[in-house]
């Protein structure tokens, strides 16, 4: 057996002879929020920070988790797979599980072991970083052959249907498809992609962490979804070759929708807009132009706290603080919303600064404490060891 990495000894004692072992990267994303379940595009990276599981076969038909961070296990059988209330770790495997029993996999039992240095309720997709890797290392486990994209669907799924939040893929597919210093530009109709190198010398991408997860994010996630969806019910009267948000142009929305509903006019103003943005975010890259690029991600930050709605009071002001510093080019939350980080991009000398001014600032507004990452972007989903 060959273990590729340092960072497995945190697994240590659950790592036997027979182990398969799989590290399954958290994601940031540049530009394209809630773009993804609209059909339209994103650009999200796979990041430094990730989830390991080793999974090792056993004699009988027993699943026995166990969660290394939270020192808690949960043990079922392979005959009584089902979603849990609390607590809740234990679904973001079992939801994997789930849809190979589903897709008519025979599975034998297992212990797993699951560790993670992604932050939880950061807002870095510690969940889709645990089923990508459940899902890869049940898929040797069982020698299936499951391609990649299978596996993201698979895990996606797992993320309806055992955690409750209707996600997008990009989650599940930046954790998977990502490659050290690229950005995915993914078009989430087509599931087409392309690497963009992410060329930002003397530029650090800094996450700076609210330490908030507002209870509203997976309830409120999924409102937006519907509210999405009742747009394009308004539209399709008069368009029906409008399928999604991805079809339909301001215009459209304010024609049909503004006269009926103005809050769904917003957000659905929002994703039409912000697609747009992440198309000319991608010629800024092209071009080089980070200042171009870096005031997209601002303007995307006040789309979603002001018309999105996504926002909340810690990461508005995460985003104000940074906005006329001449050492950042752009920033913006990050993800689902409701808490978790802003994402910015930094001057190389002027990180550490700028994490402890603004440090202070916060802690002295919200009486919190900031936490701050400097993300690399890293490889995808990878199996470390196998049998
Ligand atoms: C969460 C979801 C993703 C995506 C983002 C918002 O991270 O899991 O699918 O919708 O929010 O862009």
Not at 162 to 168: F, T
Request: aromatic share 8%; glycine share 6%; net charge negative.
């Amino acid at each position: 057996m060959i273990i590729m990495e340092k960072a497995i000894p945190a697994l240590g004692e659950h790592i036997k002879s027979n182990s398969i072992i799989v590290r399954s990267p958290g994601r940031i994303n540049l530009i394209g929020e809630h773009t993804d379940y609209n059909d339209g595009f994103v650009l999200p990276a796979a990041i430094d920070k990730a989830a390991y599981i080793s999974l090792t076969p056993r004699e009988d038909n027993e699943i026995h988790l166990y969660s290394i961070d939270l020192k808690d296990n949960y043990k079922t059988s392979l005959s009584d797979i089902h979603s849990l209330k609390e607590p809740n770790w234990p679904n973001y495997l079992l939801g994997v599980v789930a849809q190979f029993i589903k897709a008519g996999i025979k599975i034998n039992g297992f212990d797993a072991a699951l560790t993670a240095d992604i932050p939880i309720g950061a807002g870095l997709s510690s969940s889709a970083a645990v089923e990508c890797a459940m899902a890869f290392a049940l898929n040797e486990y069982t020698k299936t052959g499951f391609d990649k994209l299978t596996l993201v669907k698979m895990a996606q799924k797992a993320e309806h249907e055992y955690a409750g939040v209707k996600c997008g893929i990009m989650d599940q597919f930046a954790s998977v498809f990502g490659k050290k210093n690229h950005v995915v530009r993914l078009d989430c109709r087509s599931l087409q992609y392309e690497y963009e190198p992410f060329d930002i010398s003397g530029y650090k991408i800094v996450l700076l962490d609210t330490n908030v997860k507002h209870s509203l994010a997976s309830s409120e996630y999924n409102v937006r979804r519907q509210q999405c969806e009742a747009g394009v019910v308004l539209i399709q009267p008069h368009h029906p070759e409008v399928k999604s948000l991805r079809d339909a142009t301001v215009e459209m929305l304010d024609k049909y929708v503004q006269p009926v509903d103005e809050l769904i006019y917003q957000r659905c103003k929002y994703v039409i807009e912000e697609n747009n943005r992440l198309l000319g975010a991608c010629a800024d890259l092209k071009k080089g132009d980070l200042k171009s690029f870096g005031k997209k991600m601002f303007a995307t930050h006040d789309g979603l706290s002001r018309l999105y709605e996504v926002s909340c009071k810690e990461l508005d002001f995460l985003a104000d603080r940074v906005r006329d510093n001449e050492n950042v080019l752009g920033a913006r939350m990050m993800g689902g919303g409701f808490g978790g980080c802003t994402i910015n991009i930094v001057k190389e000398e002027a990180v550490d600064s700028l994490i402890e001014q603004v440090g202070i600032l916060y802690n002295k507004a919200m009486n919190k404490e900031l936490k701050a990452y400097v993300a690399q972007i890293e490889e995808g989903t990878t199996i470390l060891s196998s049998n």
